[in-house]
């Protein structure tokens, strides 16, 4: 963390741990995209395939692959919760996305566990957001923001392999994976900006140092941003 970053000590308005409070208590609402209306729950592997052939043909393979692969393994696929979001596509789930519960605050051991690791603080607005809830909201196509714990398990894999699983680089020990969106999204614990990694930089005849790009000023105008939404 540079001087001037630490001497920022950067904190988060209370209207905006405010508004995310209310907003991240109803489940539709917790990421960055609604998750959908609610088609029924489907039991059966081979109905859920013809659900997506019929709105995708070809889609329905990856299902019925995964259903046989379960089935080498003794296993049945569980009931899955098939959901129309607004584009018209379909997804499908395990969990139901409607009824997740929240997450309850980050605890001070975990804290200081993703401390020990990163061999760095966590910032005052990063300790903030999750003194809300311990991730599972805001921006991200995904379900939300890691929890630490998660945090941890991807800075590790990270570390360990590098961005891009291609070992060209090593991933900055600065960068704290929040969550992902086509490549990990991070905290930058140096400046306090958020960073995106563009996972598919060889596809954009990019190098893997043009892949990085800071995608917000601050953890504030993302989460920002993500409130104003349509959502």
Not at 24 to 32: K, S, V
Request: some cysteine; glycine content about 8%; hydrophobic content about 30%.
């Amino acid at each position: 963390m540079d001087k001037q970053y630490r001497e920022m000590c950067p904190s988060l308005s209370p209207e905006l741990i405010a508004a995310i409070t209310l907003r991240i208590q109803d489940p539709r609402r917790r990421g960055a995209t609604p998750p959908g209306t609610c088609v029924g729950v489907v039991h059966d592997p081979d109905q859920l395939a013809q659900l997506f052939e019929q709105q995708s043909p070809g889609s329905s393979s990856a299902f019925r692959l995964v259903a046989e692969q379960m089935e080498r393994w003794d296993q049945t696929m569980p009931p899955m919760h098939v959901t129309r979001h607004n584009s018209g596509s379909l997804g499908a789930s395990s969990e139901d996305p409607t009824n997740r519960p929240l997450a309850p605050p980050a605890t001070d051991a975990g804290f200081r566990r993703l401390e020990e690791k990163v061999g760095r603080p966590i910032p005052p607005d990063l300790r903030q957001l999750y003194a809300i809830a311990d991730g599972g909201f805001g921006p991200s196509i995904g379900p939300g923001l890691y929890s630490l714990d998660r945090i941890g398990q991807e800075y590790d894999d990270l570390r360990r392999r590098g961005p891009g699983y291609t070992g060209e680089a090593d991933w900055p020990p600065h960068l704290l994976p929040l969550t992902d969106n086509v490549g990990p999204v991070s905290y930058d614990l140096q400046r306090g900006v958020i960073v995106a990694f563009n996972d598919y930089y060889y596809d954009d005849e990019l190098t893997i140092e043009e892949a990085f790009a800071d995608l917000h000023p601050s953890l504030e105008t993302w989460l920002n941003d993500w409130l104003n939404t349509a959502n």
